[in-house]
């Protein structure tokens, strides 16, 4: 237990790197995916299968290969996030981070959208049939009737999603962000014999966290039932 | 029709497949050197002593880096890594009676964070890859010789204006996690940032990422050769490393026995060879071996 | 609802509008590739020293036996135990006994809240001591653990979907609950599952990447080798063929989902997701 006991502020560092990660790239992974899903089912062909092209074959990449992409590719192209060196208290968030949160953000993001879609789908024909009849464009049916409903129908899958972001925050402690998991590893390394104990206390953090994300999702859900 | 055009397809693709892989001629073969086993172990090590052990045995677990090149260094097609460490490990593993490139030698990666994790648990024996001594260290684990003393220096863009560690206050500076010289580098007043292995440092390096990376001079003169025209190294060496052997803090005797064969090799000039085989072709001087610390 | 509901058909203006945009995005995509490969050039990536590997026979070999074939063996093992553990522990979450049910829910919520990583790491750990394969298994009983859990509950939800009058017919003719599992759901259930096993197929083997924080052998870990290697230095080419290698494989096992989903499935098309409820991610 003193691995623990002795490095609280590092396991605290640790999840507090996670949630940062989740808060950010969750965001940007909800506006992202809108963006998407309205490319998928808009009226312009070459928009509809760009969108299903970059859905498909990102969704179909491992996170870690996405990730690795844009710790080696995207400097070469220019995009290094140099210019991001922001400290809060004792978290520093800086070029590392930035790539960090784009690879969370582009891969989550086509979840969303299919998430999304799912909704979209779910939302009765009558409703656009009825904001075409009295003349909205694609982008006012959009807006005003069809994706508030999707939103609500949506909560299920994309509260999964969410989840699954929170869960794969952990795969950027392959690339260097101190967070639970690579702080977990640097514990059990120092502290060999205590690895279960270590072990139990990271699971519990982030079982604790998911709780509380699904607990969120539900209430949400049920405010915004429709029946 | 369908099963026929993805057959057709398929077929194509093959048939384009193998016409590509005839194609290509990368890769060399990296040979380290030739180091014969010494033949004659009876009686040499005292009876249940660790060596002994490992003599009769004729088999030993030596932990090295498999992604530090020149170091420790193990290619995609290769059967055994290559580098610095391991010509060390060769020589001392030949001691034993047995037979360096052979079956009994099972060469296991480590990577710095669990060096101590491996050698407490008795996976290897032996640990040679790019281990300091610390005092830290040796709370938990052996560790004698050294048989390199590295100073840790900067690695720099060619164009950059860096010229010392005091530059570099409060910047990113790049290195392996878990090794000694995160530490320094955070002494020193900048921000030690770990990766697993150097070469993502030295990635970081060229296109910005980082300002600098950090560690020994010798691995960054590599770096350097090998990115000819792009990077530089500058600075004093800001603080002194001993690479040493690891081994199990429950085997004492295995200190004096390292320490002897160290100190053969530099006699009979091993390790002037497997430095100059290792090390060399990056352009550093061949230096003189270290004084290898008394056993404590 | 169709994508055609939410626009009409369009009138003149309209069609030259979309016209407009269709060609504006088009340029622009055309601009971003052009630019793309323009910088990736720059810096000297597409020099044929830098792709010439992906040709040499040794290294194919070594790509594709050490590297495609391990990790598909790591999944393929993975996914078997996960059918297993799934299997155990779905039943234990549907038992009558509390003594059974309990645990078994523990369990499963206890793997599926926990990230896959984390397991892999405290699982190398655990087996390190004189293992050798330590990082292989690390990975399969990481992933055996994590894809079980999630496929307990999709048993559930397929036992759950088998439609009522068998069971109870089964229950009718004095058939035990035992047994009415065994001869009566389980193999329904297994016809609708399959579509959800084969994704769970996906998953695992896209985790299977995750090996290389364990140092677990795989694609990932061939492909660290190849661009850590001084003389190639390739890493963007490298990832490019491993994210192709990876997307091709994950293709063909949509379309086995897709084409078994309509063979087996096709009577009775549950809403699996929401049958799995929020808590199940698909990854």
Redesign the interface.
């Known amino acids: 237990m003193t691995a623990i006991t002795d490095n609280f502020d590092l396991y605290l560092r640790g999840f507090g790197y996670t949630i940062a990660l989740f808060v950010v790239s969750g965001i940007g992974s909800l506006l992202l995916g809108t963006f998407l899903v309205a490319m998928r089912?808009?009226?312009?062909?070459?928009?509809?299968s760009?969108a299903a092209v970059y859905v498909?074959?990102v969704r179909?990449?491992?996170?870690?290969?996405v990730f690795?992409?844009f710790a080696?590719?995207a400097?070469?192209?220019?995009i290094?996030f140099?210019f991001l060196d922001v400290e809060i208290g004792q978290f520093?968030f800086?070029?590392?981070f930035g790539s960090a949160v784009v690879s969370l953000t582009l891969y989550t993001s086509t979840?969303v959208c299919e998430a999304l879609r799912?909704g979209?789908?779910a939302?009765?024909?009558g409703q656009?049939?009825a904001a075409?009849a009295i003349g909205l464009?694609?982008g006012g049916?959009?807006t005003q009737v069809?994706l508030p409903q999707a939103f609500r129908a949506s909560?299920?899958?994309l509260?999964?999603?969410q989840?699954?972001l929170l869960?794969?925050t952990?795969?950027a402690?392959?690339f260097?962000i101190a967070e639970?998991?690579y702080q977990?590893?640097?514990l059990?390394?120092?502290y060999?014999s205590e690895?279960?104990v270590i072990?139990v206390c990271?699971?519990a953090g982030?079982?604790v966290l998911?709780?509380l994300l699904?607990f969120a999702?539900?209430r949400i859900?049920r405010r915004w039932r429709i029946a | 029709m369908r099963r026929l055009k993805l057959g057709m397809a398929a077929a194509a693709l093959m048939v384009a497949g193998s016409a590509l892989a005839a194609c290509g001629d990368a890769g060399s073969d990296s040979e380290g050197r030739d180091v014969e086993a010494e033949s004659d172990c009876d009686g040499k090590f005292d009876d249940g002593t660790r060596m002994a052990e490992l003599a009769d045995a004729g088999e030993i677990n030596v932990g090295v880096k498999y992604d530090q090149p020149g170091l420790g260094f193990k290619g995609a097609t290769d059967d055994v890594p290559a580098g610095f460490d391991i010509e060390i490990a060769k020589i001392l593993v030949a001691d034993l009676c047995i037979d360096p490139t052979g079956d009994g030698v099972n060469w296991v990666e480590t990577i710095s964070d669990n060096r101590e994790p491996f050698l407490e648990e008795g996976k290897v024996d032996l640990v040679l890859a790019s281990y300091s001594i610390t005092d830290d260290r040796r709370k938990v684990v052996g560790q004698t010789g050294p048989y390199m003393i590295t100073g840790q220096q900067l690695l720099v863009p060619a164009d950059s204006d860096v010229e010392s560690i005091e530059d570099l206050q409060g910047e990113q500076v790049c290195s392996v996690t878990g090794s000694t010289s995160i530490d320094r580098i955070n002494e020193k007043g900048a921000k030690g940032v770990g990766f697993d292995s150097y070469s993502e440092c030295v990635q970081k390096v060229l296109d910005g990422t980082v300002k600098a990376m950090s560690t020994d001079g010798s691995i960054l003169a590599g770096f350097a050769a090998q990115n000819e025209g792009e990077l530089k190294v500058v600075g004093d060496a800001f603080s002194e490393e001993l690479i040493g052997v690891g081994y199990s803090k429950d085997l004492p005797e295995m200190c004096e026995w390292i320490n002897g064969v160290l100190e053969d090799s530099y006699d009979d000039g091993a390790w002037a060879d497997a430095f100059e085989l290792t090390l060399g072709p990056s352009g550093v001087e061949t230096p003189d071996p270290p004084a290898v610390e008394p056993c404590q | 609802m169709s994508a055609n509901v939410l626009f009409d058909a369009p009138g003149p203006k309209t069609a030259a509008r979309h016209r407009a945009y269709a060609i504006v995005t088009a340029v622009a995509l055309v601009a971003v590739l052009a630019w793309v490969i323009y910088r990736f050039n720059e810096k000297g990536q597409f020099e044929s020293s830098k792709w010439e590997v992906f040709v040499t026979p040794d290294y194919v070999r070594v790509l594709l036996v050490d590297g495609l074939l391990k990790t598909l063996q790591m999944a393929a093992t993975a996914i078997i135990g996960a059918v297993a553990f799934g299997v155990v522990f779905g039943v234990g979450k549907l038992s009558d006994h509390a003594w059974v049910r309990v645990p078994s829910a523990l369990v499963v919520e206890f793997f599926r809240a926990v990230p896959v990583l984390l397991l892999m790491v405290f699982t190398w750990y655990w087996l390190g001591i004189n293992a050798d394969n330590s990082s292989y298994w690390a990975v399969v009983l990481a992933l055996t653990a994590y894809n079980g859990a999630v496929l307990a509950e999709v048993l559930r939800a397929g036992i759950n979907a088998v439609p009522k009058g068998q069971s109870e017919a089964a229950y009718a003719i004095g058939m035990r609950k035992n047994q009415v599992m065994r001869l009566v759901q389980m193999p329904q259930a297994v016809k609708i599952m399959l579509p959800a096993i084969i994704s769970q197929c996906i998953v695992a083997l896209k985790d299977t990447a995750l090996g290389i924080y364990v140092l677990a052998p795989g694609l990932t870990y061939v492909a660290r080798q190849i661009y850590l290697d001084p003389q190639f230095n390739n890493r963007v080419p490298t990832m490019f063929v491993v994210a192709v290698l990876y997307v091709s494989v994950n293709l063909l096992l949509t379309l086995l989902a897709t084409w078994l989903q309509k063979r087996y499935a096709g009577e009775k098309k549950i809403d699996l997701a929401a049958a799995r409820g929020p808590r199940n991610p698909e990854r």
């Open positions: 089912v808009g009226p312009i062909a070459i928009m509809r760009a498909t074959v179909n990449t491992p996170l870690v290969v690795a992409f080696f590719a400097p070469m192209l220019g290094t140099g520093e800086s070029s590392l979840f799912s979209i789908n939302v009765p024909l656009a049939e075409r464009t694609f049916t959009m069809v909560v299920p899958p509260a999964s999603v989840i699954a869960k794969n952990s795969v402690a392959v260097g639970a998991v977990m590893r640097a059990t390394n120092n060999a690895r279960t072990f990271f699971a982030y079982v998911v709780e699904s999702a539900n859900e």
